[in-house]
């Protein structure tokens, strides 16, 4: 379809568009494109910024460090590498195709960091490095932890200059959200939109959603239409739930802080809210009221169920923002790798190296705490109101996690999609500071894979427990990558209130409709149906008809809590104890040795009610469609190697892995299903065949542990030495050699 | 640290009250055998006994307390649960039921009261009830029983005693008195006479199963020596000894003494490529070597080949004390320490696992293995293991390059058959090693279990194409821990004859008998126990579990049949004179040598000219990692690869890659126990659920078809067979149906032989593809006997 787009496409201007490029420069690449007839097939709405040739492309996947020719190019929306090879087009690696980018490109959003190399010396590019100067070589990592090699030694010197210069500038500087590609693609693609096939994800963007939902779990709050035009506040979405004696006054009294949204009603009536925290300020009289405030909120929730209420101050246990980023900052590094040697020299010292990270101490963490507030709606029955300052980072993820393990509902796939809808798009995570597509200075501190916490958490839970999730290890990663590919609404915006300006903003220059911009949930715009397939587990238990909902077979001790509710509020950590466990963070512990002092004598009774609970519900049978609680313990933890190992091809199990047994389940179900089939027909017809079968019987030797992401494929390359090193040692004539000392050929 | 063997124990006589106590209940077990519902085995009696006790079941078996009776006999400590069924009297006897331990795998007994915990010793006084009963198992298991509030307390405090005084790891004689209990009845001996074995599995004792494997192999031009009949040339090695057609006997004699104990090259297997594989001791470099030795040694390091590589593996590889260590400190890091209830906190896990280095030996020996694998893949080559004793890591690496390269190796039979072959004969030191009589702890190591370790990473990373299962191999690891068989009792084969004096004179070779099991003589010392060989499962363990021993699903890949030995994979391009000799490489540390010591008689003898001082660089023109190269080649999948060839199975070695044996290791950690849901416990339920219903649909497919052909009245008969050969030909799931290959493998074919009864179906089934071919001159009966039952029972 693309050759045709790609020359409207390459025209220079739509108004909305701000172009970096003068037309010139734009024109001459695309003289220089049709020239050499090489380009990639551009999206709508895709323009080409420059391009270069030849350039050579290393590939690390090979046995000798072999390269392909071909065309850099940098777009609006990737940086792309077409191959002068012809392209190979075996079935199995059409099969998951991204629509959107091939396995040459990267999107401009994904890249995460450039390194040139000057002479053997690998450096650090910035944004702002516009020296004359350009490397010989760029080596791109990007954020979904491909890393590409591309050699600029080949091409003409002002080429190189120019395609170097522009990826940095694309890639690297600060720009404005109105360059990010959606927004052309967004205009281009308006009319073939019509087709969202599977609406089955609840966006939460109207009042019925919310009720529908409130409904769902039979919560008893108060539907607040207020801020339908965000006049009561910016920071708070459309439509929210608070606990029903909030009154409307409240409301508007923080600027959006300070007030309980509910998040979930457990089955007992009980039911998680969720806080952006007011400043606790010293002595002054803003903090008398802050208190007075908090005090009236506090009662408000407590009175939903039983009068009682626990709070918790997430930025108390968990780990910081900064602290997310840079222990993952720490552990990509282990992914990253340029060569095979490095990988071995790493490889010593694995276990250690991927523990000092912390970024699995990290996703237990979040696991404990979602455990302990689960704990405290299952068996006290108690509210539970998780705080933080901004209320989007760390109480998405610990209210979402707990939604999960409470709710099967959540664990399938549109569930899922709406869980995160409900909490993370609608409820205000700032998806574009946390990425910091926009690349801006000042954003950089703010920059954290919060989101990608929350799927790694999930990811846990589906190891552990894979029939209770609808979708796929395959699903997660593809979700976890599509977080960087500039296209999608859904992880574009700061918050519902920011979308809705941005989008009233694009509309202005008279067009006819509202930039309608994809949501990540419409798969059909990356992946065609039978990629998709993918996306759903074989072995999820579907709940069948005469499964009773999960029920509460042993009634929990109806002990109300007396205690006066101004009492039982404070924010006092001995309040709380018991439910505050996880004090290990050895960095905090200096920080608050004051506060900790006083639970230094109760950590243990904690974790034992905390195991308790575990093993009281250990005993229970397992219930699929009930609740689930994750596993901490340190084996138990595992890496995710799909999304971490699956470009590292020494890394791959060739013919193995776990995807070997789920190839031969979804096989046999298909079986199941033929024969049923065959069954069926066989009641009316007599003969039947089994061929169905026999073209499925696929070898999955084909397939690696990497599946679906990097396929096997055929190399046209023989297998080097030692054979031939053998063979050499062994044909040459031994005579002609001088005698030496003995000594150790090849390396290690 | 919980360090097994350096634990003392106080010695401690029976005391007489608790013989007289034996008496009597052994008096009382005569007239009503089940009194309590426990199946005594014969001459088994029960020493103490327990009502109401709860046991702990473990994640595998489905988590939760199981209420029911704990008995101590003084073979074992029983459980026999509440509501289990009236055991049958005319069963045979199983010597281990499911819930049960044998006295000689516990290693700790601990009494839990209500405010404190002690470890209990032979001598050790309670000073309180205890509450709960917890038992440290060698094997890494744990088991808890907890004594209810009704058990009577003079029960509990008297079990826990009899258990502590009757365990004894470290008196030699209490092993005996152990095996005496099991199987020193005459009941027991009967019975365990009468086995009748199992014949398709191959012990390697005879002359028979050599050739066998020869044939198997493809190894024409090597043949079965009997010079060792009776342990005269060297004592550790088997009977039977493979070596070069070409040299006879007489020359043979003269070449053992040129090696450490006797143990000359002898020829283990040979590589569908047409490479062989050697192992054999270091040469001895200080005994003069006269010519015409010369030409012998040399054609027996050459074999039928030019070149000969050595692959030395002293040096490389962990020594005894490394892996002894290594499995101390990993059996520390998995069971935590009770009495000091300390645990390694979760977020230092992973680095504390690195410490133990247990991971870095199993990745050492895979690595090797995997090498080895390539190297042998090149074709026509003689690779050596060589190791100082040959007796240990020659064993582990030699049966891994079979695993990788052999997909019958990967079958439960062809699995034994290669641990009889490369352990068992070859004399690995099985009893020193597992020091079972706890008088050889310098000599300790767990040798075995690390070969285990290893051959589950790679059922980790490719279970498809594994006929057993992890269950399997758990199932030996076990019983590795219970002096009871005479696999692992002894050191070497000699040692294994000796005990029930059946010496090489008075020995018939009977084709593929029960040896071990075969009746004594009426002269022998009727206290001797007879043991049997692990092999025997249906000794151990309850169909139930067998079951679980093969895979569901299994050959991915079609087997390949190059292996038969029928084809002839190996032209041989020139067959060597005997006056031209062949290079000599060693390989080490990745890369080749030829170093002029490896073969010493080339150094003094000058002998034929050929002697050349031949160590030189080799021409490299790459710098290489080369066999890491040579093995991402392998790796690679078979479409990319011009022919197809059989492919290896090889090991991904990186950090990542390798894992911990879970199942294993972390049963018994009772913090993991608690902290994992039964039911999430990795199990073949899908598998199992969804085989079981393509087989009831193709049932009923196949009796509508039965159905739709009579109700035509065409030909009912050829209706029938038409279906089997259908319902055979889809039972090909997995596995491109080769019909080429004329001849399935006797041993595989065979396998439903092995299956117990019930999974026979299902192992037809899913098991082997070789079963249901539609040839079947050569399978013998079962396969043809399940074909035809399934053919009768679509006719009726």
Same mark, same amino acid.
């Given at each position: 379809?693309?050759?045709?787009?790609?020359?409207?496409?390459?025209?220079?201007?739509?108004?909305?568009?701000?172009?970096?490029?003068?037309?010139?420069?734009?024109?001459?690449?695309?003289?220089?494109?049709?020239?050499?007839?090489?380009?990639?097939?551009? =999206?709508?709405?895709?323009?080409?910024?420059?391009?270069?040739?030849?350039?050579? @492309?290393?590939?690390?996947?090979?046995?000798?460090?072999?390269?392909?020719?071909?065309?850099?190019?940098?777009?609006?929306?990737?940086?792309?590498?077409?191959?002068?090879?012809?392209?190979?087009?075996?079935?199995?690696?059409?099969?998951?195709?991204?629509?959107?980018?091939?396995?040459?490109?990267?999107?401009?959003?994904?890249?995460?960091?450039?390194?040139?190399?000057?002479?053997?010396?690998?450096?650090?590019?910035?944004? *702002?490095?516009?020296?004359?100067?350009?490397?010989?070589?760029?080596?791109?990592?990007?954020?979904?932890?491909?890393?590409?090699?591309?050699?600029?030694?080949?091409?003409?010197?002002?080429?190189?200059?120019?395609?170097?210069?522009?990826?940095?500038?694309?890639?690297?500087?600060?720009?404005?959200?109105?360059?990010?590609?959606?927004?052309?693609?967004?205009?281009?693609?308006?009319?073939?939109?019509?087709?969202?096939?599977?609406?089955?994800?609840?966006?939460?963007?109207?009042?019925?959603?919310?009720?529908?939902?409130? @409904?769902?779990?039979?919560?008893?709050?108060?539907?607040?239409?207020?801020?339908?035009?965000?006049?009561?506040? /910016?920071?708070?979405?459309?439509?929210?739930?608070?606990?029903?004696?909030?009154?409307?006054?409240?409301?508007?009294?923080?600027?959006?802080?300070?007030?309980?949204?509910?998040?979930?009603?457990?089955?007992?009536?009980?039911?998680?809210?969720?806080?952006?925290?007011?400043?606790?300020?010293?002595?002054?009289?803003?903090?008398?009221?802050?208190?007075?405030?908090?005090?009236?909120?506090?009662?408000?929730?407590?009175?939903?169920?039983?009068?009682?209420?626990?709070?918790?101050?997430?930025?108390?246990?968990?780990?910081?923002?900064?602290?997310?980023?840079?222990?993952?900052?720490?552990?990509?590094?282990?992914?990253?790798?340029?060569?095979?040697?490095?990988?071995?020299?790493?490889?010593?010292?694995?276990?250690?190296?991927?523990?000092?990270?912390?970024?699995?101490?990290?996703?237990?963490?979040?696991?404990?705490?979602?455990?302990?507030?689960?704990?405290?709606?299952?068996?006290?029955?108690?509210?539970?109101?998780?705080?933080?300052?901004?209320?989007?980072?760390?109480?998405?993820?610990?209210?979402?996690?707990?939604?999960?393990?409470?709710?099967?509902?959540?664990?399938?796939?549109?569930?899922?999609?709406?869980?995160?809808?409900?909490?993370?798009?609608? *409820?205000?995570?700032?998806?574009?500071?946390?990425?910091?597509?926009?690349?801006? @200075?000042?954003?950089?501190?703010?920059?954290?894979?919060?989101?990608?916490?929350?799927?790694?958490?999930?990811?846990?839970?589906?190891?552990?427990?894979?029939?209770?999730?609808?979708?796929?290890?395959?699903?997660?990663?593809?979700?976890?990558?599509?977080?960087?590919?500039?296209?999608?609404?859904?992880?574009?915006?700061?918050?519902?209130?920011?979308?809705?300006?941005?989008?009233?903003?694009?509309?202005?220059?008279?067009?006819?409709?509202?930039?309608?911009?994809?949501?990540?949930?419409?798969?059909?715009?990356?992946?065609?149906?039978?990629?998709?397939?993918?996306?759903?587990?074989?072995?999820?238990?579907?709940?069948?008809?005469?499964?009773?909902?999960?029920?509460?077979?042993?009634?929990?001790?109806?002990?109300?809590?007396?205690?006066?509710?101004?009492?039982?509020?404070?924010?006092?950590?001995?309040?709380?104890?018991?439910?505050?466990?996880?004090?290990?963070?050895?960095?905090?512990?200096?920080?608050?040795?004051?506060?900790?002092?006083?639970?230094?004598?109760?950590?243990?009774?904690?974790?034992?009610?905390?195991?308790?609970?575990?093993?009281?519900?250990?005993?229970?049978?397992?219930?699929?469609?009930?609740?689930?609680?994750?596993?901490?313990?340190?084996?138990?933890?595992?890496?995710?190697?799909?999304?971490?190992?699956?470009?590292?091809?020494?890394?791959?199990?060739?013919?193995?892995?776990?995807?070997?047994?789920?190839?031969?389940?979804?096989?046999?179900?298909?079986?199941?299903?033929?024969?049923?089939?065959?069954?069926?027909?066989?009641?009316?017809?007599?003969?039947?065949?089994?061929? *169905?079968?026999?073209?499925?019987?696929?070898?999955?030797?084909?397939?690696?542990?990497?599946?679906?992401?990097?396929?096997?494929?055929?190399?046209?390359?023989?297998?080097?030495?030692?054979?031939?090193?053998?063979?050499?040692?062994?044909?040459?004539? =031994?005579?002609?050699?001088?005698?030496?000392?003995?000594?150790?050929?090849?390396?290690? | 640290?919980?360090?097994?063997?350096?634990?003392?124990?106080?010695?401690?006589?029976?005391?007489?009250?608790?013989?007289?106590?034996?008496?009597?209940?052994?008096?009382?077990?005569?007239?009503?055998?089940?009194?309590?519902?426990?199946?005594?085995?014969?001459?088994?009696?029960?020493?103490?006994? /327990?009502?109401?006790?709860?046991?702990?079941?473990?994640?595998?078996?489905?988590?939760?307390?199981?209420?029911?009776?704990?008995?101590?006999?003084?073979?074992?400590?029983?459980?026999?649960?509440?509501?289990?069924?009236?055991?049958?009297?005319?069963?045979?006897?199983?010597?281990?039921?499911?819930?049960?331990?044998?006295?000689?795998?516990?290693?700790?007994?601990?009494?839990?009261?209500?405010?404190?915990?002690?470890?209990?010793?032979?001598?050790?006084?309670?000073?309180?009830?205890?509450?709960?009963?917890?038992?440290?198992?060698?094997?890494?298991?744990?088991?808890?029983?907890?004594?209810?509030?009704?058990?009577?307390?003079?029960?509990?405090?008297?079990?826990?005693?009899?258990?502590?005084?009757?365990?004894?790891?470290? @008196?030699?004689?209490?092993?005996?008195?152990?095996?005496?209990?099991?199987?020193?009845?005459?009941?027991?001996?009967?019975?365990?006479?009468?086995?009748?074995?199992?014949?398709?599995?191959?012990?390697?004792?005879?002359?028979?199963?050599?050739?066998?494997?020869?044939?198997?192999?493809?190894?024409?031009?090597?043949?079965?020596?009997?010079?060792?009949?009776?342990?005269?040339?060297?004592?550790?090695?088997?009977?039977?000894?493979?070596?070069?057609?070409?040299?006879?006997?007489?020359?043979?004699?003269?070449?053992?003494?040129?090696?450490?104990?006797?143990?000359?090259?002898?020829?283990?297997?040979?590589?569908?490529?047409?490479?062989?594989?050697?192992?054999?001791?270091?040469?001895?470099?200080?005994?003069?070597?006269?010519?015409?030795?010369?030409?012998?040694?040399?054609?027996?390091?050459?074999?039928?080949?030019?070149?000969?590589?050595?692959?030395?593996?002293?040096?490389?590889?962990?020594?005894?004390?490394?892996?002894?260590?290594?499995?101390?400190?990993?059996?520390?890091?998995?069971?935590?320490?009770?009495?000091?209830?300390?645990?390694?906190?979760?977020?230092?896990?992973?680095?504390?696992?690195?410490?133990?280095?247990?991971?870095?030996?199993?990745?050492?020996?895979?690595?090797?293995?995997?090498?080895?694998?390539?190297?042998?893949?090149?074709?026509?080559?003689?690779?050596?293991?060589?190791?100082?004793?040959?007796?240990?890591?020659?064993?582990?690496?030699?049966?891994?390059?079979?695993?990788?390269?052999?997909?019958?190796?990967?079958?439960?039979?062809?699995?034994?058959?290669?641990?009889?072959?490369?352990?068992?004969?070859?004399?690995?030191?099985?009893?020193?090693?597992?020091?079972?009589?706890?008088?050889?702890?310098?000599?300790?190591?767990?040798?075995?279990?690390?070969?285990?370790?290893?051959?589950?990473?790679?059922?980790?990373?490719?279970?498809?194409?594994?006929?057993?299962?992890?269950?399997?191999?758990?199932?030996?690891?076990?019983?590795?821990?219970?002096?009871?068989?005479?696999?692992?009792?002894?050191?070497?084969?000699?040692?294994?004859?000796?005990?029930?004096?059946?010496?090489?004179?008075?020995?018939?070779?009977?084709?593929?008998?029960?040896?071990?099991?075969?009746?004594?003589?009426?002269?022998?010392?009727?206290?001797?126990?007879?043991?049997?060989?692990?092999?025997?499962?249906?000794?151990?363990?309850?169909?139930?579990?067998?079951?679980?021993?093969?895979?569901?699903?299994?050959?991915?890949?079609?087997?390949?049949?190059?292996?038969?030995?029928?084809?002839?994979?190996?032209?041989?391009?020139?067959?060597?004179?005997?006056?031209?000799?062949?290079?000599?490489?060693?390989?080490?540390?990745?890369?080749?040598?030829?170093?002029?010591?490896?073969?010493?008689?080339?150094?003094?003898?000058?002998?034929?000219?050929?002697?050349?001082?031949?160590?030189?660089?080799?021409?490299?023109?790459?710098?290489?990692?080369?066999?890491?190269?040579?093995?991402?080649?392998?790796?690679?999948?078979?479409?990319?690869?011009?022919?197809?060839?059989?492919?290896?199975?090889?090991?991904?070695? =990186?950090?990542?890659?390798?894992?911990?044996?879970?199942?294993?290791?972390?049963?018994?950690?009772?913090?993991?126990?608690?902290?994992?849901?039964?039911?999430?416990?990795?199990?073949?339920?899908?598998?199992?659920?969804?085989?079981?219903?393509?087989?009831?649909?193709?049932?009923?497919?196949?009796?509508?078809?039965?159905?739709?052909?009579?109700?035509?009245?065409?030909?009912?008969?050829?209706?029938?067979?038409?279906?089997?050969?259908?319902?055979?030909?889809?039972?090909?799931?997995?596995?491109?149906?080769?019909?080429?290959?004329?001849?399935?493998?006797?041993?595989?074919?065979?396998?439903?032989?092995?299956?117990?009864?019930?999974?026979?179906?299902?192992?037809?089934?899913?098991?082997?593809?070789?079963?249901?071919?539609?040839?079947?001159?050569?399978?013998?009966?079962?396969?043809?006997?399940?074909?035809?039952?399934?053919?009768?029972?679509?006719?009726?």
């Amino acid at each position: 379809m693309l050759s045709t787009l790609s020359g409207s496409g390459a025209k220079p201007a739509k108004p909305s568009f701000v172009s970096y490029v003068t037309p010139e420069e734009i024109n001459q690449t695309e003289r220089e494109c049709s020239r050499k007839e090489k380009h990639p097939d551009l =999206l709508p709405g895709e323009v080409i910024f420059c391009s270069a040739g030849p350039i050579l @492309k290393s590939t690390k996947d090979d046995l000798f460090q072999r390269g392909v020719y071909g065309t850099l190019l940098c777009t609006n929306f990737r940086v792309s590498f077409v191959s002068d090879e012809a392209p190979s087009d075996e079935e199995a690696t059409q099969l998951f195709k991204n629509k959107l980018y091939g396995e040459n490109d990267i999107p401009l959003t994904c890249v995460d960091h450039i390194y040139g190399g000057f002479d053997d010396k690998k450096k650090l590019i910035v944004s *702002g490095f516009v020296k004359n100067k350009y490397p010989s070589k760029i080596i791109v990592c990007c954020r979904d932890l491909r890393l590409f090699h591309f050699s600029l030694a080949y091409a003409k010197e002002e080429d190189a200059k120019k395609i170097f210069q522009g990826i940095v500038y694309h890639c690297l500087e600060p720009k404005s959200l109105k360059c990010v590609f959606a927004y052309s693609y967004g205009e281009k693609t308006l009319l073939n939109k019509e087709n969202q096939t599977k609406p089955k994800t609840v966006m939460f963007a109207t009042l019925e959603d919310w009720a529908q939902e409130m @409904k769902r779990t039979k919560g008893n709050c108060k539907l607040v239409p207020n801020n339908a035009d965000f006049s009561v506040s /910016a920071k708070l979405p459309q439509y929210f739930i608070v606990p029903t004696h909030v009154t409307e006054e409240d409301l508007t009294k923080f600027d959006g802080k300070g007030i309980p949204i509910w998040c979930w009603s457990h089955h007992s009536g009980c039911a998680l809210f969720k806080m952006a925290s007011l400043p606790l300020m010293q002595e002054d009289a803003s903090s008398q009221l802050y208190k007075s405030h908090v005090e009236g909120m506090l009662n408000a929730v407590a009175q939903t169920h039983l009068y009682s209420v626990k709070t918790e101050e997430l930025s108390d246990s968990l780990p910081t923002v900064q602290d997310i980023q840079q222990s993952y900052s720490k552990f990509k590094q282990f992914f990253l790798l340029d060569n095979t040697n490095d990988f071995w020299m790493t490889d010593v010292k694995w276990f250690s190296s991927l523990e000092g990270s912390g970024w699995l101490d990290i996703i237990r963490q979040c696991l404990a705490k979602a455990v302990e507030v689960v704990e405290c709606l299952e068996k006290e029955n108690t509210n539970v109101l998780i705080m933080e300052e901004e209320g989007s980072d760390l109480c998405c993820v610990i209210s979402s996690l707990v939604q999960l393990m409470f709710d099967p509902y959540y664990r399938t796939l549109g569930g899922f999609q709406s869980l995160i809808q409900k909490e993370w798009v609608v *409820g205000g995570h700032r998806f574009l500071d946390r990425c910091n597509h926009l690349r801006q @200075k000042d954003k950089e501190q703010s920059q954290a894979p919060v989101f990608l916490l929350f799927l790694e958490c999930v990811w846990q839970l589906q190891q552990q427990y894979p029939p209770a999730f609808q979708f796929s290890e395959t699903y997660l990663t593809v979700l976890s990558d599509s977080v960087d590919v500039s296209v999608f609404s859904t992880f574009l915006f700061n918050s519902p209130h920011h979308m809705a300006t941005i989008s009233k903003a694009a509309l202005e220059p008279g067009q006819r409709s509202p930039v309608s911009w994809p949501t990540v949930w419409d798969w059909s715009v990356q992946f065609d149906s039978r990629a998709q397939d993918l996306f759903i587990n074989p072995l999820y238990a579907e709940r069948s008809r005469q499964d009773k909902p999960p029920r509460k077979t042993h009634r929990p001790k109806h002990q109300r809590h007396q205690s006066l509710p101004s009492s039982a509020f404070k924010f006092s950590p001995s309040a709380k104890k018991g439910f505050l466990k996880d004090e290990t963070d050895s960095l905090k512990k200096m920080l608050r040795v004051k506060r900790l002092s006083r639970w230094m004598n109760s950590p243990d009774s904690a974790q034992a009610s905390t195991r308790e609970f575990f093993v009281a519900w250990q005993r229970r049978p397992l219930d699929y469609h009930g609740l689930l609680l994750p596993c901490l313990e340190g084996p138990t933890l595992r890496l995710w190697s799909q999304r971490y190992l699956r470009w590292i091809p020494e890394a791959q199990i060739f013919g193995g892995g776990s995807i070997t047994i789920m190839k031969k389940l979804a096989d046999l179900l298909a079986e199941v299903q033929d024969l049923r089939g065959n069954l069926d027909r066989r009641a009316c017809r007599a003969d039947f065949n089994h061929q *169905g079968v026999v073209a499925r019987a696929k070898s999955s030797i084909q397939l690696s542990s990497a599946f679906p992401f990097t396929m096997p494929r055929g190399r046209s390359f023989k297998p080097a030495i030692p054979t031939r090193q053998l063979r050499s040692l062994i044909m040459d004539d =031994l005579a002609d050699q001088d005698d030496e000392e003995p000594e150790n050929l090849g390396v290690v | 640290m919980l360090m097994g063997s350096k634990t003392t124990f106080k010695v401690r006589q029976i005391v007489p009250d608790m013989k007289e106590k034996m008496l009597n209940y052994s008096m009382l077990h005569r007239k009503c055998r089940d009194k309590f519902g426990l199946r005594c085995l014969p001459g088994e009696c029960v020493l103490q006994r /327990a009502v109401l006790v709860r046991k702990k079941l473990s994640a595998v078996e489905g988590g939760g307390w199981l209420a029911g009776t704990l008995f101590c006999t003084h073979f074992r400590v029983a459980f026999v649960p509440q509501d289990s069924e009236k055991p049958d009297d005319n069963a045979d006897p199983v010597l281990l039921g499911d819930h049960d331990v044998a006295l000689a795998s516990i290693e700790k007994v601990v009494a839990v009261g209500p405010s404190r915990t002690k470890l209990v010793t032979a001598n050790s006084s309670l000073k309180f009830t205890p509450e709960e009963l917890v038992l440290y198992c060698r094997d890494l298991r744990v088991l808890c029983f907890l004594f209810d509030r009704l058990t009577p307390e003079t029960q509990a405090v008297e079990i826990t005693y009899a258990i502590a005084k009757t365990y004894q790891p470290l @008196k030699p004689g209490s092993i005996l008195s152990f095996q005496n209990a099991a199987l020193g009845s005459v009941e027991m001996r009967q019975f365990l006479s009468n086995r009748t074995p199992d014949s398709q599995m191959k012990l390697f004792d005879c002359e028979a199963d050599w050739d066998g494997e020869l044939e198997r192999t493809g190894a024409t031009d090597w043949r079965v020596s009997t010079i060792n009949d009776r342990f005269e040339m060297a004592t550790s090695l088997p009977r039977f000894n493979v070596v070069p057609q070409k040299v006879l006997d007489t020359e043979l004699k003269k070449t053992f003494a040129h090696f450490n104990e006797g143990r000359i090259p002898r020829w283990c297997w040979r590589h569908p490529c047409g490479s062989d594989l050697l192992r054999t001791a270091s040469f001895q470099n200080n005994i003069y070597h006269e010519k015409d030795d010369i030409r012998n040694l040399e054609a027996i390091v050459f074999g039928s080949h030019q070149q000969c590589v050595v692959v030395e593996l002293g040096e490389e590889m962990a020594t005894l004390v490394d892996v002894q260590l290594a499995h101390t400190r990993l059996r520390a890091l998995c069971l935590g320490d009770i009495s000091a209830s300390a645990y390694v906190p979760d977020d230092r896990w992973l680095s504390t696992l690195e410490n133990t280095r247990w991971l870095d030996h199993i990745r050492c020996c895979l690595k090797k293995a995997a090498e080895v694998a390539c190297l042998l893949r090149a074709g026509q080559l003689t690779v050596i293991l060589q190791e100082p004793e040959d007796r240990d890591m020659n064993c582990v690496v030699s049966s891994l390059v079979q695993v990788m390269s052999d997909p019958y190796c990967r079958t439960v039979l062809g699995f034994q058959g290669l641990i009889q072959k490369e352990w068992v004969m070859v004399g690995h030191h099985f009893l020193s090693r597992a020091n079972y009589y706890r008088d050889s702890d310098k000599e300790e190591a767990p040798l075995f279990l690390l070969f285990l370790d290893c051959v589950w990473q790679l059922w980790a990373q490719c279970p498809t194409r594994f006929q057993f299962t992890g269950d399997y191999l758990l199932a030996l690891h076990d019983s590795a821990h219970l002096p009871l068989f005479s696999t692992f009792l002894f050191n070497c084969q000699r040692d294994r004859s000796r005990p029930s004096q059946r010496l090489p004179q008075s020995y018939t070779p009977v084709n593929g008998c029960w040896r071990e099991a075969t009746p004594p003589d009426s002269t022998q010392d009727p206290l001797d126990p007879l043991f049997p060989a692990v092999w025997d499962w249906a000794l151990q363990y309850s169909p139930q579990r067998r079951a679980q021993f093969s895979q569901p699903l299994t050959n991915s890949g079609p087997v390949h049949s190059v292996l038969n030995g029928n084809l002839n994979t190996t032209p041989h391009y020139h067959k060597p004179n005997d006056s031209t000799l062949g290079s000599v490489f060693l390989l080490s540390r990745g890369s080749f040598t030829s170093p002029s010591h490896l073969l010493p008689w080339r150094i003094g003898g000058g002998s034929g000219g050929s002697y050349r001082k031949s160590h030189r660089r080799a021409p490299s023109s790459e710098s290489l990692s080369g066999l890491e190269r040579l093995q991402k080649a392998c790796l690679l999948p078979e479409s990319c690869r011009g022919h197809s060839e059989p492919q290896e199975l090889l090991p991904q070695l =990186l950090g990542p890659c390798v894992g911990i044996w879970r199942e294993c290791y972390l049963r018994g950690a009772l913090q993991a126990q608690a902290y994992s849901h039964p039911a999430s416990v990795p199990s073949h339920h899908p598998l199992d659920r969804l085989a079981q219903e393509v087989q009831q649909l193709r049932d009923r497919l196949a009796a509508a078809a039965v159905a739709g052909s009579r109700a035509k009245k065409q030909e009912p008969h050829r209706a029938n067979v038409n279906l089997n050969q259908n319902a055979n030909g889809g039972t090909f799931l997995f596995s491109a149906p080769r019909v080429s290959v004329a001849r399935a493998p006797p041993p595989t074919s065979a396998l439903p032989a092995l299956a117990p009864r019930d999974a026979g179906k299902r192992t037809f089934l899913f098991g082997q593809s070789q079963d249901g071919r539609p040839d079947l001159r050569y399978a013998p009966m079962p396969s043809s006997r399940l074909s035809k039952k399934k053919g009768s029972s679509l006719a009726s």
